[in-house]
């Protein structure tokens, strides 16, 4: 047979005292054309109007909360009139998105968030329910010339500040853009083979070296001890920016494509030894006893 003890728990939740301000935590029950019905285990079962869920404007009530799901709110009030408690999920996004915000500050979280709104100076973003803003110089990884571009598109984030206090959130699409391009470098960077000549074309000349624009669309350095055979002071007593040349890549080490013309030169230049002389790199002469003897007169 069935005790009081078999009960004790539903009874100690339903005798629970619940004052305002609570941060209280139940199952959706039900979701109707304009609040949510909240099942907190407690004397009476809460109520989350629609406006009242969050401060993002494209919150969709219908499509973002079902039967089943688990939802914490701020107790607003302890009965509506009709015995049910106004509880508010907005106030407590407030409370604990914050720490979810700082969270993905520290550990450089990457998060997608649709572009709101276009303003002054950049963009608006909500991420927890929190207005966030996005400078025009951290929209993307490259100059941004038209920012309507971006109304209403989906872009990765990261935050970049967090201010409870103040209220201000900032993110970043900066970020996050260059850490998906470089992937997508390092993976057709180890599509490369050691060793492959391809064409390029001088891109900027530093003191170091050049960088040159292969034809794969990658770039990579040709350091000055591998621009000649010759020693050389400056990439530009060879090259100049806008050439094109013949370069063979040597290293791909650490995601990083080196290359060489001074090989290729080398190379060259062994096979116009062989042409001209019938010289192996082993050291074999190629002319047989025959040939040398050819014409000798004794």
């Known amino acids: 047979m069935e005790s009081m003890d078999d009960y004790k728990e539903e009874l100690e939740a339903s005798l629970k005292k619940i004052r305002v301000g609570d941060v209280v ?3 959706v029950i039900d979701v109707t054309d304009d609040a949510v019905i909240v099942d907190l285990k407690a004397y009476a079962d809460g109520v989350i109007r629609k406006d009242d869920l969050s401060e993002d404007p494209d919150f969709n009530m219908a499509e973002m909360i079902h039967p089943g799901d688990e939802i914490t709110a701020t107790v607003m009030a302890t009965n509506d009139g009709e015995g049910n408690m106004v509880l508010s999920k907005k106030e407590a996004n407030q409370v604990l998105a914050w720490d979810k915000l700082k969270n993905m500050m520290e550990e450089r979280t990457v998060v997608p968030v649709k572009i ?27 100059y941004v010339e038209d920012l309507k571009e971006f109304d209403g598109k989906t872009i990765e984030v990261t935050v970049i500040t967090a201010d409870e206090e103040t209220h201000r959130l900032v993110l970043s699409g900066r970020e996050a853009a260059r850490e998906k391009k470089q992937e997508e470098t390092n993976k057709k960077i180890a599509k490369c083979e050691v060793g492959a000549v391809m064409k390029g074309t001088v891109e900027t000349l530093k003191d170091y ?51 060489s013309m001074k090989e290729l030169i080398e190379e060259e230049e062994e096979r116009e030894a062989e042409d001209t002389y019938g010289y192996k790199e082993e050291g074999q002469a190629s002319t047989g006893l025959a040939d040398l003897l050819k014409g000798l007169k004794l």
């Open 209 to 259: 070296g050049a960088f040159v624009e292969l034809e794969n669309g990658l770039t990579g350095l040709l350091h000055i001890s591998q621009i000649s055979t010759k020693r050389i002071k400056h990439p530009g007593a060879v090259l100049k920016e806008g050439q094109e040349v013949r370069v063979k890549i040597i290293s791909t080490a650490n995601n990083k494509i080196s290359l």
């Open 116 to 142: 709101a709104e276009i303003v002054n100076a950049g963009a608006v973003a909500y991420l927890e329910g929190i207005r966030g803003f996005i400078p025009v110089s951290r929209l993307s990884d490259e």
């Open 25 to 27: 935590t139940g199952t």
